[in-house]
């Protein structure tokens, strides 16, 4: 037993060698010859982006470029994209090795051409960070002050040299708690600050930055939502249900609620808590028949209106939606299909495009799960989605009158925002004869009843010569009853 | 005369087809208001927790029901479920849910529920059908149908969403009672097996399976004491008894109830008086009738002595329990209120105010005893039950609100029975005089046919049996009596087709306005007349729900605890189910102590949060405060020392809420989470406006309990109660200090200012 254990221990630590022999070394092949760096605190969401001009020092042509996220910051990161900054051009970034010395993840941006040596080139990377702005303090009463603390880096993380760069923050408002300040190169400017330009800073740099702001909004994080999309050719009709687990996650409410405080408030705006108590959401164009429940039924707090392009959700949670409080729901509505879905001619195929998600501003999905249904008998489908995704299943889903069950196809993806908002196709092909096969099970199925109570009626459960003596003989009875 | 190539019996059979579907169809039409103005929610107390444990047996099958303890309920106590509910709502729901998921149709477990009272009372209508066709003829069953369709007695009791025993219980038991009087006239035994088996599924369904097994024994004694014994009734009643019994001992709730209480001690009874009549009848088959007078005599009495003194001696020893309060509450209606306050409570236990009866059946209930009269005048073996079941259901009507369902059905028949008994005499052509005029009656009465669901119009074609002999009765009849003019025939049937009119608009007017209000959501109109929803008690379950600990504690008075284990999913005291009047009493006791006492009484029970209902802000009568005195009679009821009611009313007798309110009253922590922070709503003058009061000026502070959650329109008002002091004081003392702290604080900032 001891000796397993031993021999456990020895495979555990040859592993962690072997993963520390892989740590990742940048070829130091690229200096940055000036770095702007913008840290957008407007919204709980925090996005960075890093706009530099990227040198070649090597000596061979080369269109590769390491973009550093370090270890902590990986684990928030929702959104990575680059693009050059006058053709706005996207490249490729994908997930590349792992520096185990300084702690980094390195992004491997792909230009889209060779850089020839001692060339140069203007890229923009953006980075969409959720879940690290902090409240504090922590708890704060039903009218009281959120405040935000930001703690990153003062200079721009990036695996290169770089001769000369500036961080800008951008914030909500103008009043600050407090905030890093750097003599001689901080600027305060409204609602921005400015820290720079600093000049030949080395490769991996890092000092702390924490900004300590007032952000006095509901900071709003979808736990969980899935989304069930609906195809029916019957009907021309797609229809959508949506399914949300929300949380505020904002500071905590300290103590307890007072709804004579909320009434009160609710007449001074200037004294609003950071409760959300009416949300909205918007649909696409031409969304019909809107529903609003919950666990335990219909909620009646809500007003739908269709507006040319696009259709307005508003609602009110069943309660004001104060830090730490959650709130679930779900709702629907129908959308006319022929938006959404071609038809190829050539390749007799159907082809549906529709939104991932609908742009919700501001709120942060920890997990997402898209259920398309397909019609029943649609076959060969192929998914294109627009990013990578946790997972991907297909399988059956049974419902009305269903006889082989319609295809169902389940996307599962975490941390999303709003960057994620883009189309996903999905194309697959139908025979038009499928259309028959509803009526067709429908009619079966009433055939077989009428078939059955048809036969029920003409079927004969008694004993009938003896019924229809006993009858005599009961109402001889009942006559001599009455007699006596 | 042939109509699509029909015989005219066919032509019958088909419009009876037609009309019973239309019927079904406004039975369950008419049901549908509170979806429509509403939505589809289970509705009110009760049939909330139908609903969870539905949902449980349809999540967990059938055995992890049947065994079920939950622990959720009646803290810390529990509550075996499975061992005290009548299962047999539930799983008619899972089975009607089981078999829509088999063919692919995936409803809802909560539209299953919400739309069962609603399409049992379609099949209630078709048994009551059956039912009155044994009585008279199928005219008059269609009548009753059409009736009991719309009944609002019946209605308010199966509108949907109404998800409650009852909503299948009156079609089983008019279920029943058909199979009974189908199987007394033939004497089959497979009609009284039949009996026995809907009578099972009755006593699955409802408690008032009680009703079933005492009437029938009553027809049965009944028609003996009429010397009606014939080997029919042996067989019938012998099959259904003894099937029946054993079957309704398979429901863990009943056991050994028939052969233990005296509530079936009746049945029992008759069983034996059956066997002896029929030994005496094969006796006297054998012997000379001057012995066998003697032999009976002594016989029975003998018998009946024994019989007796058993039952007595087994009474005493503890065997056979006596009858329970609810059924002693049913002869003396004062019973309750002296000596179990927690069934007087309850508004549907309350004796029926007169006019409900109006409310619940307008004309019926004119018509009804003109029905048991008919039934007199015909007296065949089902007559005696139509009389008996009448005579008893309307009795205990007027003893008990709730028992108006099952007065229902039979006022239902027989006043079928006398509209199509008025209908056959004013309508029968044969009776006329003058032949011109005929042809004038016949569109009359075909106008009538359309206009009422056309019962009527088949008379000819079903009665095609009977009809010989009608006639010569009819003409028997001419010789004293018969109606010659058409004018006469014209004025009463307008009468009774106005009458019908007027019915079916009272119908539709009851349901609408008085049975439709789920009362878990509660409407009001705006100036602009748009309705305006007041969902506050789901705002507050949902909180509760939401974002509070699971394994929280919600202490409330039982009439809530239904709704908070369904709506709010959280562990409760006392609910609906009120077995356990200690605990119920503690509930009341704490609620009206003040609030040192309340707290060690939460502490001891583990209560997190305390829910209470205050209507004062929006006028809504159903709130705690009124409720107070039934809360302070059941805790006095158990402890008698340390709440009296007397206290609670002031000097001069009375019950109040404002500056005159007794000293207990306002002490009790009832009273202070009501009125907790109301006044400096109103900035510092606070008005009660469901009892019109003014309150008394300055705050009411709390120390033991915090305000968590209070809804928009502060119908619901949730405290948390709070945690033992950090440094052992008295929660007074850490409040007063930190009241001393605060105004400390305040008047420093005041001399620095």
């Not at chain 2, 059979?13 to 079904?24: E, G, Q």
């Not at chain 2, 003894?242 to 429901?251: E, H, N, R, Y």
């Not at chain 2, 003194?309 to 309750?336: K, N, Q």
């Not at chain 2, 829910?611 to 409720?627: P, Q």
Request: with cysteine; net charge neutral.
């Amino acid at each position: 037993m001891l000796l397993f254990y031993f021999l456990f221990l020895l495979a555990l630590t040859l592993v962690s060698a072997g993963v520390k022999e892989a740590s990742f070394i940048v070829p130091q092949t690229w200096k940055n010859l000036n770095l702007l760096r913008t840290v957008d605190l407007t919204t709980p969401i925090v996005r960075e982006v890093t706009a530099f001009v990227a040198f070649n020092t090597g000596d061979d042509p080369s269109k590769e470029y390491y973009f550093p996220v370090s270890e902590e910051r990986d684990k928030h990161l929702a959104w990575i994209s680059a693009n050059e900054r006058k053709t706005t051009v996207n490249f490729e970034v994908e997930k590349a090795g792992f520096d185990t010395e300084n702690r980094v993840q390195f992004y491997k941006i792909s230009f889209n051409r060779l850089v020839d040596a001692q060339e140069k080139i203007t890229v923009e990377v953006k980075t969409v960070f959720t879940h690290i702005l902090k409240p504090i303090p922590h708890e704060i009463p039903q009218n009281g002050k959120q405040y935000l603390l930001y703690i990153g880096n003062l200079y721009a993380s990036n695996a290169y040299f770089s001769e000369k760069q500036r961080t800008i923050v951008n914030l909500p408002s103008p009043q600050l708690l407090s905030y890093t300040t750097v003599p001689e190169v901080t600027t305060k400017n409204d609602k921005q600050i400015t820290y720079g330009f600093f000049n030949n800073t080395q490769a991996y740099i890092h000092e702390p930055l924490s900004i300590h702001y007032p952000y006095q909004k509901a900071i709003l994080r979808i736990k969980s939502l899935r989304r069930e999309l609906e195809v029916s050719h019957w009907g021309g009709n797609l229809a959508v249900e949506e399914t949300f687990d929300l949380i505020n996650d904002g500071a905590r409410l300290q103590g307890q609620f007072s709804r004579l405080e909320y009434q009160r408030t609710q007449y001074f705006p200037q004294s609003e808590s950071i409760a959300a108590h009416l949300l909205s959401i918007i649909f696409p164009p031409g969304a019909a028949d809107a529903y609003y429940r919950d666990e335990i039924g219909n909620v009646s707090t809500s007003n739908f209106r269709n507006e040319p392009n696009r259709s307005v959700f508003e609602f009110k949670p069943r309660y004001p939606l104060f830090g730490g409080w959650n709130y679930t729901w779900y709702h629907g509505y129908n959308l006319p299909l022929n938006k959404f879905l071609r038809y190829h001619e050539g390749k007799e195929r159907f082809y549906f495009n529709a939104k991932f998600i609908e742009r919700w501003p501001d709120v942060v999905t920890d997990k997402i799960v898209v259920k398309l249904i397909l019609p029943e008998g649609a076959r060969d489908v192929q998914v294109h989605l627009p990013f990578k995704v946790r997972k991907q299943s297909h399988g059956i889903h049974k419902t009305y009158l269903d006889t082989i069950g319609r295809y169902l196809v389940t996307i599962e993806a975490y941390n999303f925002v709003d960057e994620h908002v883009q189309d996903f196709q999905v194309s697959y092909a139908y025979d038009s004869d499928e259309l028959f096969r509803k009526p067709l099970s429908a009619s079966t199925f009433f055939l077989g009843l009428f078939l059955l109570s048809a036969i029920y009626s003409r079927m004969e459960f008694n004993i009938k010569y003896k019924k229809t003596e006993d009858l005599k003989e009961g109402k001889v009875d009942g006559e001599e009853g009455k007699g006596r | 005369m042939k109509i699509l190539g029909l015989t005219s019996q066919n032509q019958a059979s088909l419009l009876k087809v037609i009309i019973l579907a239309l019927i079904a169809t406004t039975a369950i039409g008419s049901r549908l208001f509170s979806i429509v103005r509403f939505e589809s929610v289970i509705h009110e107390f009760d049939p909330w927790f139908n609903f969870r444990t539905t949902k449980h047996l349809v999540a967990n099958g059938f055995y992890e029901f049947w065994n079920w303890f939950d622990d959720r309920s009646w803290y810390p106590l529990g509550r075996v479920v499975g061992g005290t509910v009548f299962p047999g709502i539930m799983t008619t729901s899972a089975v009607i849910y089981n078999v829509l998921h088999a063919v692919n149709f995936p409803v809802d477990i909560r539209n299953v529920c919400v739309f069962l009272a609603p399409v049992f009372s379609s099949i209630t209508a078709y048994a009551a059908y059956l039912f009155t066709c044994e009585i008279k003829d199928s005219s008059a069953g269609l009548l009753a149908a059409a009736f009991i369709g719309v009944a609002p007695g019946y209605i308010s009791r199966s509108v949907a969403g109404s998800y409650d025993n009852e909503g299948i219980a009156i079609f089983l038991l008019m279920f029943t009672f058909y199979l009974w009087i189908k199987a007394v006239k033939i004497g089959s035994a497979y009609w009284g097996a039949l009996t026995a088996l809907f009578y099972f599924y009755m006593v699955a369904a409802w408690g008032g399976y009680v009703f079933i097994i005492n009437l029938i024994p009553l027809h049965v004694l009944v028609l003996v004491l009429m010397g009606r014994f014939s080997s029919r009734l042996y067989v019938a009643y012998s099959s259904f008894y003894v099937l029946g019994t054993l079957m309704s001992m398979q429901i863990p709730f009943v056991g050994f109830q028939p052969t233990r209480t005296s509530e079936h001690m009746a049945a029992l009874g008759i069983f034996g008086l059956l066997q002896i009549i029929a030994f005496v009848e094969l006796v006297r088959s054998h012997l000379s009738s001057n012995q066998f007078q003697i032999l009976f005599k002594g016989f029975i009495v003998l018998s009946f002595v024994l019989m007796f003194s058993a039952l007595v001696l087994l009474t005493a020893a503890g065997y056979i329990a006596p009858w329970t309060g609810r059924f002693y509450s049913l002869w003396d209606t004062g019973y309750a209120k002296k000596h179990i306050p927690i069934i007087a409570s309850v508004s549907e236990h309350q004796p029926t105010a007169w006019p409900s009866f109006f409310f619940d059946l307008e004309m019926l209930v004119f018509l009804f005893p003109a029905g048991i009269y008919i039934c007199f005048k015909e007296l065949r073996d089902e007559h005696v039950f139509v009389i008996l079941y009448g005579i008893t259901a309307s009795y205990f009507a007027g003893v008990m609100v709730r028992l108006m369902l099952t007065l229902t059905p039979i006022v239902c028949v027989t006043a079928a029975v006398t509209v199509s008994k008025l209908l056959d005499t004013y309508m029968d052509l044969s009776t006329l005089d003058t032949t011109d005029l005929s042809s004038n009656t016949q569109t009359t009465k075909d106008e009538k046919a359309k206009k009422d669901g056309g019962p009527s119009s088949k008379k000819p074609g079903d009665n095609a049996k009977s009809e010989d002999k009608k006639t010569t009765k009819k003409k028997d009849n001419n010789n004293h009596w018969g109606v010659y003019g058409i004018d006469t025939r014209l004025i009463v049937l307008s009468n009774f087709l106005f009458l019908l009119f007027i019915f079916a608009w009272h119908c539709t007017w009851v349901t609408s306005g008085a049975y439709s209000s789920p009362s878990i959501v509660l409407a009001s109109r705006t100036q602009d007349g748009n309705q305006f929803i007041i969902d506050d008690f789901r705002e507050a379950y949902y909180w509760l729900r939401k974002n509070t600990d699971y394994n929280s504690k919600v202490m409330s008075w039982w009439d809530y605890g239904y709704q908070i284990s369904g709506m709010a999913d959280r562990t409760t005291l006392v609910d609906n189910n009120t077995w356990n009047n200690t605990h119920i009493a503690t509930v009341g006791k704490a609620m009206a102590s003040n609030e040192d006492t309340a707290y060690e009484i939460m502490r001891r029970h583990d209560v997190d949060y305390v829910l209470i209902i205050f209507g004062g802000l929006l006028a809504y009568s159903g709130d705690d405060i009124n409720k107070f005195l039934w809360m302070v009679r059941i805790a006095e009821g158990v402890y008698p020392n340390d709440v009296q009611e007397s206290k609670f009313f002031n000097a001069r007798g009375e019950y109040r809420v404002d500056s005159e309110a007794s000293p207990t009253m306002r002490n009790s922590i009832m009273y202070k989470m009501s009125y907790h922070n109301y006044n400096e709503l109103f900035n510092g003058q606070g008005v009660d406006r469901v009892r019109g009061a003014k309150l008394p000026p300055g705050n009411v502070k709390l120390h033991t309990l915090e305000e968590a959650y209070t809804t928009d329109n502060w119908i619901v008002r949730i405290y948390k109660v709070k945690p033992l002091d950090n440094l052992g004081r008295t929660l007074e003392q850490a409040a007063a200090f930190e009241e001393g702290k605060k105004r400390r604080a305040k008047s420093k900032r005041r001399g620095n200012n």
